[in-house]
């Protein structure tokens, strides 16, 4: 298939490669014209700009853009210029970060000129084009079902993942790594409370060895102190533990380069979904008190760092490769809200 990417950071560009690795032609367009040229040199065609990458897609079959843009503004801006110049029967695909009430007005916007709308929560970061990404699919199953070369591409396959005992389902689109969880929305919605529990995630392992590190701390009892070796800790959970995971594999590898981790702040930025999720959470009357905690302690980091917040900062790094100082301090803010739609 042919397909066109707007957006070639950290997550756009190596998807891309993926995509050409599986035998797909991508038609890629970004401001920076050193990312363009990057992916060119690899194989893809650069577009000088959004309307010259529409020309190159052509109109002679449906044409398929994907947006791997920062949420809000950017992500809205672009949604409203290509509605502009596609053609029914079309497809948008945002992959980035968007809150999910956002893609259910724009699809329904889109859908006034007859064009399809698709919101794809991505899991994989960095890793992905080596991994592949976890893909969660909202929309119209015209268009996802269409686009289903592109989706198994990107996601990770089967891999050498044990299948679950007593799975039974006629799709095995989830055991390959992705999965068409609903109309428009749905796919983000999906992506937001698996970062919400990302962040629950991650938080207990951040206590978890800062407890560790100090086992060694003067207010305890002399023979009750002991001086722990947290590379090694992480490395024998990883190994067999009822705890292991992705996560922790990431919190191994960055004790294991600096068990001080003197490289990092311990500022925690937060990009959004866990704030949704403990809305979701309070619209739906729904417990939900790790999550709610881990985000507040995010924006306590801000003021006050420990050696869990170095841990939680480093695992961002490790997975995202979000560098401490370098995200604006709040996500951006959403784009005026349709008349009657919820708070």
């Not at 079959?61 to 029967?89: C, F, K, N, Y």
């Not at 794809?120 to 960095?126: E, F, I, K, L, Q």
């Not at 990770?156 to 799975?167: A, F, S, W």
Request: charge should be neutral; charged fraction near 25%; proline fraction near 5%.
């Amino acid at each position: 298939m042919q397909i066109g990417i707007i957006g070639l950071g950290k997550m756009g560009g190596n998807m891309t490669r993926r995509l050409m690795k599986a035998g797909h032609r991508c038609v890629v367009f970004a401001r920076s014209q050193a990312s363009r040229d990057a992916l060119a040199k690899d194989g893809a065609t650069a577009a000088v700009s959004v309307e010259d990458m529409v020309r190159i897609l052509g109109a002679k079959t449906p044409r398929a853009i994907w947006l791997m843009l920062p949420e809000g503004q950017a992500t809205e801006e672009t949604v409203v210029q290509l509605s502009g110049l596609l053609d029914p029967d079309d497809v948008v695909i945002d992959g980035g970060n968007s809150f999910y009430k956002d893609d259910i007005r724009r699809a329904k916007k889109l859908a006034e000129r007859r064009i399809h709308y698709v919101d794809c929560g991505t899991s994989g970061g960095v890793w992905g084009l080596e991994r592949g990404y976890c893909l969660m699919i909202g929309g119209p199953k015209e268009a996802v079902d269409r686009l289903d070369p592109i989706f198994a591409a990107l996601a990770p396959g089967l891999g050498d993942i044990p299948r679950t005992p007593n799975r039974k389902s006629d799709d095995s689109r989830a055991e390959r790594g992705y999965i068409h969880a609903g109309p428009s929305g749905a796919g983000h919605f999906v992506k937001m409370v698996h970062n919400g529990i990302e962040y629950g995630l991650m938080q207990a392992y951040a206590e978890g060895f800062d407890i560790l590190r100090n086992k060694v701390s003067k207010d305890l009892p002399e023979d009750q102190r002991f001086t722990l070796n947290l590379p090694d800790i992480a490395e024998v959970w990883r190994r067999g533990s009822v705890i292991s995971s992705w996560l922790l594999d990431l919190s191994a590898a960055a004790l294991a380069q600096d068990p001080q981790l003197q490289g990092f702040s311990g500022f925690v930025q937060d990009s959004g979904e866990g704030r949704w999720t403990v809305e979701a959470a309070i619209e739906e009357s729904v417990s939900a008190e790790v999550i709610t905690s881990a985000l507040y302690t995010r924006f306590r980091s801000r003021q006050k760092h420990t050696f869990a917040e170095k841990i939680l900062s480093a695992m961002r790094f490790g997975f995202g490769g979000h560098v401490e100082g370098a995200e604006p301090h709040d996500p951006q803010p959403k784009p005026p809200k349709s008349p009657g739609s919820a708070a």
